[in-house]
């Protein structure tokens, strides 16, 4: 591993960096109330009298909301706080109709655990390190305040107010750029897995505060700044490195780093400040009186953990021993749920064409899946989730292969065409008449006038330039159009040419 | 036959099934009463319609042959901390003047469930903060009670329910609703001379009612009886889940429960209630209530909780923070005042609306709950507080290993003029000195009518059971009654 | 401890209450005559004493994940949220401008 250091006028400096991140627990209701909580509705219409915080009004917690922080705890090795309680984060502002955000500071739902992430894409075993989970607490969404609609006022649309968060804690193990991103990618990959939040950072769904210092290697901890609510890894990723040099640059210009929070501007992608008010750090937090301790049985525990799905590290490494991928191809089908279910579908749609084990057809459809249909979903500038082409028309086109039916490079051409039309790649091969010939007289008769029209190359290949063999071989298949199965080319041609 | 509305509500439910009389008759009768007190300032908003209403409801369904509910006819008084449908509610507050709740809180929904009507809407301590109803925006309500002097005195009523308490007393209405956070049920009750019982926490949902400490808020009835309290309480209480605190019991029978018999239960007597200085006549009326007990059966023993004296500073530090918080909401945003100074920023709004909206005791609590949460002092105050609190409801949980329900006297003294408390707040919080332990451990405890002291004023005796054992309160309440033999009723000057 | 008018003005800052200097002044004495009473509390031995959490034995329930399941609770009700607004704007609560 190598490590990541900025260079300064005086020397290297270290990065010490921990991510916040609030990530949207999937429910259909909200956290305290039942009003519902999907995007992009109406102003106000998905707001009850408790999310507006009506005189009167109370909380009564979602069962689904712990239930799903409760399995996103265990699935990062987390310890699950039996006993735990809501307490009120104090403070006024205009999206925030009690006064108060219903939070855990005292008490969290679930405790420490950790996340694994790879620094290295092709080989995802080679430099893993482990990022500290310091907690995970449950908490509300606040509303959303619009500037532009009035020229003097504000407008407060409630619709997310109270909606459930997860605020995932690491701890400050993050050393670097890099490291931030891929933890923040993995704690992604993981959510999307159990289900409790649809990752979706561009909605909101998903966002990190940036807790960022730095420090002489080895030494105290320097002052951290905060920068809110940045919603990409690829921002992170530019928030660690320009924060970081931004407060090097500062302590060597004989300044001090202040402990604020910032915000990341992406246009020029730099961090500011945010005029903080000199009271903003006292939030009176104090238990919330209007629930009580929220106390959980091990059963319900029990049943949490029954119900996670294999994770991405266990399947990643149940496809390189038990399905023989490499630990990139690994990597890359396991990184997302969606390619995973869908790469698990094609293997056993393929393997019951075939009548083989899965682990015979895993590698070519692992192949075929990232760099063939991955490539041209590219260029149509789609994602798997709204491929035209199904896991089961992928086997059929994979059976296709396998039997002989078409060679590998006129499947390229069917997949082009399956994309384009949606047809069956059997109806494509038999319409556009793609089938390869295993006809040995057929062939032959080819190779013969092949052999024929390119005499002096045989004489040279027969006096031992061998590498000409692919020649005949391209120029065979070239004459049958790629319809020829190249195994039976290559055998006929050894023969002729002895 | 009798005024109608010297009737209790026991009567009118029975007269109204009976068809001694009808519902309306009985509405009609009520909101000319409300109507000619208007000198009591008892009530903020009066709704003869909706008493009106209710009644030609259940005239129609006892005419249809339907059964009625189990308060059927009766016309109410509703605290104005319950949000009422359609009807202004304001916690006495300046910054909820002109709110109008598009809901029904869950205690008075079933209040009109059960056939009841709803007169007004009766004033109250600022957010139910005060204990001589002094700090209503609304202005003050008097007592209907005097001093025998011969003086004229603006006597209080107890608060934070004093308009209920002052309401029920000159039989403005048969019975109302209260709510009590540190005695405010109890210790009106005891100033008027009616009875009020505060369930166990959780017994009644608080679900709709303006929150002021939302670990200590109690719904209960106020009524000139033990059997009116036992029938309001029936119909008010009952598992809500729209409150997370709601008790998921069933209700009891408790009128049906009641019995006055004490033979084979235990009375204790804490003696730390006993402090130096009691009033004599207050000291008198316990004296009398423990003879009553005797008389009814029961033994009397001494017991002992040790951290009373400390149970009025840990309420003055838990019940202001949270009223800090849950008073946040009151921001000029989505209801209530708002006052927006020319060229104001939203914060400076938040700061210019409370300041017009919240009266002097709502900021003074505001302010020390605001201090004892903020950092530094947290732990100093109120955790410390939370402890005591602990250690408080330990106390009772050990005392009532020897007893079955607690006697002492409800407040230190009988009602004081109006003025002659408000300039000292702490002279004004130690009225709550006996109210506030039960309130800490969340326990039922009632105040009954147990006599007048020499000033011709009422006092009252205060019993405190064991969680969710208001059928042993109600009883011991029963006991006392019987025999108190209080008929004193103010005479009407207003 | 007690209290100074800094610390009044900031804890009325902190509660947005706007005081005016001559409040100010007179809630000095009255909040230390409070908070000097209050800390009595001092005297009390806590060891061992967990802070109370929950005055009657209950734990919190949970509700089911089901959206608009008791009327009174769910969403699809703007105009009840809006109807006490004092400024109601197409549908949104309105403040005065926010320069964040
Ligand atoms: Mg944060
Ligand atoms: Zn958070």
């Avoid at chain 1, 091990?298 to 023989?324: M, Q, T, V, W």
């Avoid at chain 1, 082009?416 to 010939?437: C, F, H, N």
């Avoid at chain 2, 400490?213 to 809500?240: H, K, N, T």
Wanted: hydrophobic fraction near 40%; charge should be negative.
């Amino acid at each position: 591993m190598s490590e990541y250091r900025i260079q300064g006028m005086t020397g290297e400096w270290e990065v010490v960096v921990g991510l916040e991140v609030h990530a949207q627990v999937t429910s259909n209701s909200k956290l305290f109330s039942g009003a519902a909580t999907a995007f992009g509705a109406e102003p106000n219409t998905q707001v009850s009298l408790v999310d507006a915080a009506m005189p009167g009004m109370l909380p009564v917690p979602n069962a689904e909301c712990i239930r799903q922080a409760v399995r996103t705890g265990l699935a990062v090795g987390a310890q699950i706080n039996k006993w735990s309680r809501f307490d009120r984060k104090n403070y006024f502002y205009a999206d925030l109709p009690q006064g108060y955000q219903i939070s855990q500071l005292y008490h969290p739902l679930v405790g420490e655990g950790e996340i694994e992430i790879s620094l290295d894409d092709k080989n995802p075993e080679a430099d893993v390190k482990r990022i500290g989970i310091e907690r995970i607490h449950v908490e509300q969404d606040a509303g959303k305040l619009m500037h532009d609609q009035h020229p003097t006022m504000s407008y407060v649309d409630l619709n997310r107010s109270g909606v459930a968060l997860m605020e995932i804690v690491s701890r400050p193990d993050i050393r670097s750029p890099v490291e931030a991103g891929a933890y923040l990618a993995k704690l992604r990959t993981i959510l999307r897995y159990v289900g409790s939040c649809d990752g979706n950072m561009d909605q909101g769904s998903m966002r990190a505060d940036v807790n960022v210092s730095v420090r002489r290697p080895g030494e105290e901890l320097g002052t951290r700044t905060e920068t809110k609510n940045v919603n990409s890894v690829r921002f992170v990723m530019a928030v660690v490195e320009s924060e970081a040099r931004r407060q090097v640059d500062l302590i060597e210009d004989g300044g001090r780093v202040v402990q604020e929070t910032r915000l990341y501007d992406p246009d020029k992608n730099e961090t500011r400040s945010m005029r903080s008010k000199e009271d903003a750090h006292d939030y009176r937090y104090f238990p919330d009186p209007d629930l009580l301790p929220l106390v959980l049985e091990d059963a319900f525990i029990e049943e949490c953990r029954a119900s996670l799905p294999e994770l991405p590290d266990a399947k990643r490494h149940r496809y390189e021993n038990a399905l023989g991928l490499t630990p990139y191809a690994a990597g890359v089908l396991t990184a997302d749920v969606e390619t995973a279910r869908w790469f698990e579908v094609l293997v056993a749609a393929a393997a019951e064409k075939a009548g083989k084990p899965e682990a015979d057809l895993a590698k070519q459809a692992s192949n075929w899946l990232i760099s063939e249909l991955f490539g041209a979903l590219n260029k149509l500038g789609r994602s798997l989730e709204d491929s035209p082409v199904s896991p089961a028309g992928g086997a059929e086109l994979l059976a296709l292969i396998a039997d002989g039916t078409i060679s590998g490079s006129i499947a390229k051409q069917v997949l082009e065409k399956m994309l384009e039309t949606g047809d069956s790649a059997a109806v494509i091969v038999e319409r556009e008449g793609l089938k390869q010939t295993s006809d040995t007289g057929a062939i032959e008769a080819v190779i013969d006038k092949v052999l024929a029209d390119n005499a002096a190359k045989v004489e040279e290949y027969k006096g031992g330039k061998e590498a000409l063999f692919g020649f005949f071989v391209g120029q065979t298949m070239k004459a049958m159009q790629g319809k020829s199965n190249p195994q039976v080319v290559n055998e006929l041609l050894r023969k002729k040419l002895g | 036959m009798t005024n109608i509305t010297d009737l209790t509500v026991a009567a009118i439910r029975d007269g109204v099934a009976a068809g001694t009389f009808s519902a309306v008759e009985v509405a009609e009768a009520f909101n000319a009463r409300v109507a000619a007190a208007q000198a009591l300032n008892a009530f903020i908003v009066t709704t003869p319609d909706a008493a009106l209403d209710a009644a030609r409801k259940v005239d129609g369904m006892r005419a249809a042959g339907n059964a009625l509910g189990k308060l059927a006819g009766v016309p109410i008084g509703m605290k104005d901390l319950f949000a009422t449908r359609g009807v202004q509610t304001t916690a006495a507050s300046h910054i909820l003047e002109g709110f109008t709740p598009q809901y029904e809180s869950t205690v008075s929904q079933k209040l009109w469930d059960a056939g009841a009507g709803m007169l007004g809407k009766l004033n109250l301590d600022q957010f139910a903060m005060g204990s001589s109803n002094e700090t209503s925006y609304f202005g003050n309500v008097i007592s209907p009670w005097r001093r025998s002097d011969g003086g004229n005195t603006a006597m209080a009523p107890g608060g934070s329910s004093g308009g209920s308490s002052a309401a029920i007393a000159a039989r403005l209405c048969p019975a109302a609703t209260g709510t009590d956070t540190g005695g405010s049920i109890r210790q009106p009750a005891a100033f008027t001379g009616i009875s009020g019982i505060k369930p166990t926490y959780g017994r009644c949902s608080r679900w709709g009612i303006v929150a002021f400490a939302s670990s200590l808020d109690q719904a209960g009835p106020m009524a000139r009886d033990v059997r009116d309290c036992a029938i309001m309480l029936e119909v008010m209480a009952g598992f809500d889940p729209k409150d997370s605190t709601s008790l998921d019991l069933a209700v009891p029978a408790w009128e049906a429960g009641l019995n006055g018999d004490m033979k084979g239960k235990k009375v204790g007597i804490p003696k730390e209630y006993r402090v130096d200085g009691l009033d004599a006549d207050v000291a008198k009326s316990w004296d009398d209530g423990i003879a009553w007990l005797k008389d009814a059966g029961a033994e009397i023993v001494e017991i002992s909780l040790p951290h009373t004296k400390y149970a009025l500073p840990a309420y003055y530090i838990i019940a202001p923070a949270e009223a800090s918080s849950n008073l946040a909401r009151y921001d000029g945003v989505r209801y209530g005042l708002r006052d927006l100074p020319d060229g104001a920023n939203l914060q400076d709004m938040y700061a210019a609306t409370r300041a017009a909206g919240f009266g002097a005791e709502v900021k003074r609590r505001i302010l020390i709950g605001t201090y004892v949460l903020s950092a530094g002092f947290y732990d100093a105050y109120y955790t410390q507080a939370q402890k005591v609190r602990t250690l408080i409801a330990r106390d009772f949980e050990l005392a009532f290993q020897h007893c079955d329900v607690i006697l002492a006297p409800t407040a230190p003294t009988a009602a004081f003029g109006l003025g002659e408390k408000s300039a000292d707040p702490l002279a004004m919080y130690l009225n709550d000195v006996f109210a506030v332990p039960a309130s800490l451990a969340g326990l039922p405890a009632m105040s009954v009518p147990a006599g007048l002291n020499r000033e011709g004023l009422p006092l009252g005796l205060q019993i405190v059971g064991r969680p969710f054992d208001e059928q042993g309160v109600l009883n011991a309440g029963l006991a006392i009654e019987a025999r108190a033999g209080f008929t004193a009723k103010p005479e009407q000057w207003w | 401890m007690s209290v100074d008018t800094a610390t009044v003005a900031k804890i009325a800052s902190l509660a947005r209450l706007k005081v005016s200097a001559g409040e100010l002044e007179a809630m000095v004495p009255e909040l230390n005559g409070i908070l000097a009473w209050v800390e009595q509390l001092g005297e009390v031995d806590v060891t061992g004493v967990e802070p109370m959490t929950a005055v009657i034995p209950n734990t919190l329930r949970l509700r089911a994940d089901v959206i608009n399941a008791d009327p009174l609770t769910g969403g699809d009700v703007r105009d009840a949220v809006l109807a006490n607004a004092p400024a109601a704007e197409h549908g949104f609560f309105g403040v005065p401008k926010v320069i964040e």
